[in-house]
Each structure stands twice: as C-alpha cells, then as structure tokens.
C-alpha cells in the first residue's frame, strides 16, 4: 500500500469531456473537473459559487401565439445603461435592475413592426445614442434616445444607396425631369412592386443623379423623388443611358448583418448578395454614394465589396477592430486597406481569408484582444485572435476539451469583463453555460449553470455595465412553469458575495428569481406572485428557515426578519477527475484505493458537503474549539474532511453547497491510499 498527497491547486482547465475521463498524461487534466456546475471558474483558478438571480418582473406575453421577447443591451455610459426587450411589437426599457414606468407601475412602452417570432434575428451595433437594427424582413431602422421616457424607432433615411453594382445588360433608363418628383421608364422590365423606398442611380450624359422610388407602375415604369444634392443632369426619353445602377436594400433584400468600421457603417448579407458588404461614406453613416457627381471616387465615398471565392461565403457575422473581421459560413476572412498607414478607401479594399472554419449565424462577441464566436454546427466555441507563431489569425477550438457542453446548440453569447472575464451562453435547450476566458493567464474554463425551477430554460440573455461601481450585470429571460401555467421573467444574476465590498452574512444572495425584504421587524412576507405555489427557501438575517410554500403572494416565516431573502434554491457541485497520486510503481489509475481526507481550503464561505459521490455526502465541520457559535459566519481558511473508508479503482471527490450561502474553494489538499 503506497500513501499520497495530491493536491487541486486550481480548475482552469473547467469541466473536462467525459472523453478525456483517465488523460492523466494531459497536464490540463489536473486543472479540470468531471463536473462543475452553478460554480464559476475566476480567473485566479479557484471555484466561486455564482450568486442567485432576482426577480424584476414577468415579460409582456408569457403565453400564447404572441408570447416570447428578446433582450438587448443599450450602452451609452456606465451610468446609461439599459437592457431592452423585444417582443411582439412592442419594446420595453429596463435601468438600474428595474423597468422604467411611465406613470405608476405601468411600464413605459413604444411599438414596434417586429414580431415575437422575428425578434431572435435581430441584429445591432450602436453608436452612441442610437442603435442600428438589422432583420431580413425588415428595413435597416434607427432606435434613438433622448430621455428615459424618450425613444423613438424609424427606417434609416438612406441618401444615394447603397447600389449593387453597375447595369451591365443593354437596359437603358430615363427620367421625365431632373428635380422633384420624376418618372422614370425603362427600355425592359426591371422594376417590382417592392421597389418603393429603393434608390436608382443614373448617369446622363457626365454627371451621376440619384432617385429614391416612391410608386410602382409596372415593370419598366416607377416614379421617384430625386435627391436635392443629386440632381439628374438630363431628362427624356433622347437621353436615356445605359450608366444606371438600383438600390441594393428593398423589400424582401434587406441586410442582416451590421457593425462600424473605422467611421464607417457597414451592412452586410441580402438575400440576392448573401457575400457582400456596403460601407457608408467616412463619418456620414447613412450616405452611400459610390461616388462624387463627376464619377470622381474620393476616399471618404462608399464602397462595396463582395467576396469572390470558389464558393457563397454567405456572411453570418461581422465585427470591426484592428480588421474589419467578416465571419463566414466557410470561413473568416479580414478587410482592411492592407496598409498600416492608410485607411480604407472605396480603391484600396482587401481581403484576406484567414481560416477555413465556419461561423453559425450568430453574433460575434469581441473579448480582450479577440473575437470569439460559435462554430457553424452551433456546438463548438472558437476564437478569432492573431497568432504571432503563424503571423495571420487563427481560430482554433475553445471547446474541444468540454465538447460535451455544446450538445443542445450554442445560440447566444455575452461577455462579462468585470469582475470575471465569463462568456455567458444560452443553448438552444435553455441551459445557462460559462466560459472564463483570460487568455493572458490560460485560463480556459468551462462550466454549465442549472437556474432553479420546474422545467427552468434561459431564453434569452444581455450583459451591460453594473450600477455605480458594480460589476457587468448579466440579464435573463427565464421560462418556468409556475402554479401550472408557463411564466417568462427578466431577471439578473446578483453581484458576487464579498466582505471586503461591506457584506455581511444578511447580504448573500443564492436563490434564484428571488427578492430581499429589508425594515422593520415583520413575519409576513409579500409581494412573491411570481412564485404562487412554488416552494421556497428563506435566508433570515443570515440563517436559513425551513422551507415555505407561497400562497396568494405570500408566506409567514417561522421567527421574524428584518431582512430576508426568498426565493427557489439551487446546489452548486464539484466532481473532480480521477485523481492519480504519484507513485514508485508507475500509475495508480485502475487500482484499488481510497481518498481517505481532504483539506478544502475555502475563502468566506459558509456550509460545504464532501464524500465519494453525489449519494454519498456528509457535512465539512467549520468549527474547532476556537470557533464562534456562528454557524451562518463565513469562513477562510483550511479545514479537513474525513472521507468514509470506500475503495474503488476510480477515486474521485464529490463537493457540494446546498444552502443559500457563498462559497469560494481556493484549492483541495488530498490524502490517499493505492494498493499496488
């Protein structure tokens, strides 16, 4: 028998695939667990349990033909900051961990053209007060600010544009005058009815004009209002002229994808030009004119771009950093001007296709000094960075040691910078899952989320900066079934418990779509409708109660509170991997022995249950002969477990946290014993 003492410095490597179960010669396989769920990985490589969500209120429609919303974030400044959600034409506005009302409790509302099965392929990018929407059914539309109270959404006001590319057919156009309000004829039918609100763009004989259709005739007839700026230089049917060029967004082709590149605003992905990207012109986000009125091309003109290559690279998504970064069903590709020094100009466009690794149709995420996004099946993670051993980027799998995490489809993703570094994602099956991602250190974590609840799914998510000086707050639609009917509620995850920010054993919030009560003494909590016949966890001034069931909106606690939390708990839980202690005789995996202690080594934590498995747990004791009778005081510290005498050739350790307390392990001191 050989005895050992491996230790569990830290789980940077996150919840490792059940493929990887033995890969004991994988130094990443000693930073790994079997399972971690409801603990965050943080970046110092210890585990923290993620606090609760609270309650803000139920979204618009929960049920029905109609139900469903969407969250967006909103971000002028740290201290303007809002999550909006969109739902079946309508749009409501949250602040400060609430909704902004109109008057009273009524929320403050504005309607929208989107419906609730169209509001998922919304996509946006903003610029200060305004936020551009992109959706293939709709216009390209401004959302704008200017209160609280004080939003408005309409189409974008393009100017000249954007175009697809010049007539290269015999077609010929003219119009019936050169100002106002024309008619303008074709020599064949190239018009439709969805025509109306697209621009046409002729040039007769020397200088450019440019129209905006406002009526359908029939297909070689339309009337158009002609720009002020752009006025057509000849009119009649002598000088019709084959130099025309029509609109690229109408009804039926409009853009789906949308971000700023170096003062410019592009759109990307039609329906006919599923490869192609429109610039606006520099600084003047909705003119697109290719070109001056003498055919002059300036460097602050539009451009256009279309990737030609041996296959349709339609593009599912953009971001602008160092690179315009375009993001393809077959690949990624980077445009720039291919200078250091110069800008991009409508002249000096190029495009490198860095990788052969597909994008799904899903937002990218920008994070440090990369770009992640989700691989074209939706069920691996990947990272856009440039390599300095390659000299080009790279995107190499983030999730390969965890793939089982992206079983159930990754469809949505927000980065939260501070106070972790997570990537929070929604799959497709409503599970919550994390990545800490700091790549500077090589911290590569993953790890699942279980938000409490019958039949609980996260439909949506949002991440915006934190009230005053808090940390980024991540925002959720979670569905439950409550009292038997299907529920949907905006709520965001808590700030971290921390003592050194001035909390106390009354301020840890672990339930979740929970509330606090906080005054005078009282035995008679009310307010939970949300939670109407859910059965409850209480955590009174800092001690837990035993379990309550909410009725008609309220519950009455077994000793009164001053302040209390409540709402519906969860566990958090650790599996590690096989542990291998090191031995004279090579390995001890497949070998008979036992864990027989183990030293956790906690940071403020309270309440901790260790054993062999899941089924077999049994309280870690906090207290010595020096302790305080306080068993709710959150503690630092070592503290040993004895683990019961089970042998088996897998040795694993089990730990969890089943009370509505913080908990933090820094690292897991071993002793065991391998027969060889």
């Known amino acids: 028998m050989a005895d050992s003492s491996p230790i569990l410095t830290n789980f940077t490597s996150g919840e490792l695939s059940p493929r990887l179960n033995g890969r004991i ?31 803000i209120r139920e979204i618009k429609t929960s049920t029905g033909t109609n139900s469903g919303a969407r969250l967006v ?40 053209t989107y419906t609730a099965a169209q509001v998922d392929g919304i996509e946006f990018v903003q610029s200060a007060d305004v936020l551009y929407i992109v959706h293939e059914s709709h216009p390209p539309r401004k959302l704008s600010r200017t209160g609280h109270t004080a939003w408005t959404i309409s189409d974008v006001d393009f100017v000249d544009g954007p175009y697809n590319n010049t007539n290269i057919t015999s077609t010929t156009v003219y119009a019936s005058g050169t100002t106002g309000s024309v008619t303008v004829t074709a020599s064949s039918s190239i018009f439709a009815a969805t025509d109306v609100g697209r621009w046409i763009r002729m040039k007769s004989p020397d200088k450019w004009g440019a129209a905006e259709i406002t009526g359908y005739t029939s297909g070689t007839v339309v009337t158009a209002t002609v720009h002020a700026d752009f006025a057509i230089e000849n009119s009649g049917s002598g000088n019709a002229t084959k130099d025309w060029r029509l609109g690229a967004f109408y009804t039926g082709n409009y853009p789906t994808k949308v971000t700023f590149f170096e003062e410019r605003l592009f759109y990307a992905n039609t329906d006919t030009h599923p490869n192609t990207v429109w610039g606006s012109s520099t600084s003047d986000f909705d003119t697109y004119s290719p070109t ?18 041996d296959q349709v690279n339609q593009i599912t998504g953009m971001y602008g950093g160092r690179y315009l970064h375009l993001f393809t069903k077959d690949g990624t590709f980077n445009l720039s001007s291919g200078s250091a020094t110069q800008g991009l100009t409508a002249t000096t466009v190029q495009v490198v296709n860095e990788t052969k690794d597909g994008a799904a149709d899903k937002r990218v995420v920008p994070a440090s000094k990369s770009t992640l996004y989700i691989g074209k099946n939706k069920k691996r993670l990947r990272e856009f960075a440039y390599n300095i051993d390659y ?20 469809e949505e993703a927000y980065f939260q910078t501070y106070p972790n570094m997570v990537l929070w994602i929604r799959r497709g099956d409503g599970k919550l899952i994390g990545f800490t991602y700091y790549r500077a250190q090589e911290v590569l974590a993953w790890h699942q989320h279980t938000i409490a609840g019958t039949n609980a799914k996260v439909k949506s998510l949002a991440v915006i900066p934190g009230v005053g000086d808090a940390a980024d707050t991540l925002y959720m639609i979670v569905e439950r079934t409550i009292d038997g009917a299907t529920k949907k509620y905006v709520e965001f995850m808590e700030q971290e ?123 870690v004791p906090f207290r010595t002969t020096t302790s305080t009778m306080s068993a709710t005081t959150p503690k630092t510290g070592d503290y040993t477990f004895l683990m019961p005498a089970t042998y088996s050739t897998e040795n694993k350790l089990y730990v969890k946290s089943d009370t509505p307390h913080p908990c933090t392990i820094s690292a897991i001191m071993i002793q065991m014993s391998t027969y060889d």
Request: glycine residues 10%.
């Open 292 to 309: 001056d009125r003498d055919a002059t091309v300036n460097a602050d003109n539009s451009l256009t771009f279309t990737l030609s290559t």
């Open 497 to 619: 418990y921390r003592e050194a920010n001035g909390d106390t054993k009354d301020d840890a919030f672990f339930l979740d779509s929970a509330l606090t009560y906080s005054g005078g003494s009282t035995s008679t909590i009310t307010g939970l409708d949300h939670l109407e016949g859910q059965t409850v966890t209480v955590l009174n001034n800092g001690a837990v109660e035993a379990t309550k069931t909410v009725s008609s909106g309220s519950i009455t606690l077994t000793n009164a509170t001053t302040k209390c939390h409540v709402g519906l708990a969860y566990n958090a839980e650790l599996e590690s991997v096989n542990v291998e202690p090191k031995s004279q005789y090579g390995t001890t995996q497949g070998k008979r022995g036992r864990i027989d202690k183990a030293i956790f080594r906690v940071f403020e934590t309270v309440g901790l249950k260790a054993g062999p498995t899941s089924s077999s747990v049994d309280v």
């Open 391 to 410: 000299d080009s980027f790279t995107s190499p799998d983030m999730s390969v040691l965890s793939e089982h995490l992206g079983f159930g489809n990754f």
């Open 25 to 55: 010669d994988m130094d990443k396989y000693y930073n790994g667990a079997s399972l971690i769920n409801n603990f965050i990985v943080l970046m110092h490589g210890g585990l923290t349990k993620r606090p609760g969500t609270r309650f």
């Open 73 to 112: 974030p909103f971000v002028f400044s740290k201290t303007q900051a809002y999550v909006l959600e969109f739902g079946h034409n309508y749009l409501r506005f949250y602040k400060d961990e609430g909704i902004i009302v109109s008057s009273g409790t009524t929320p403050y509302e504005i309607s929208t």
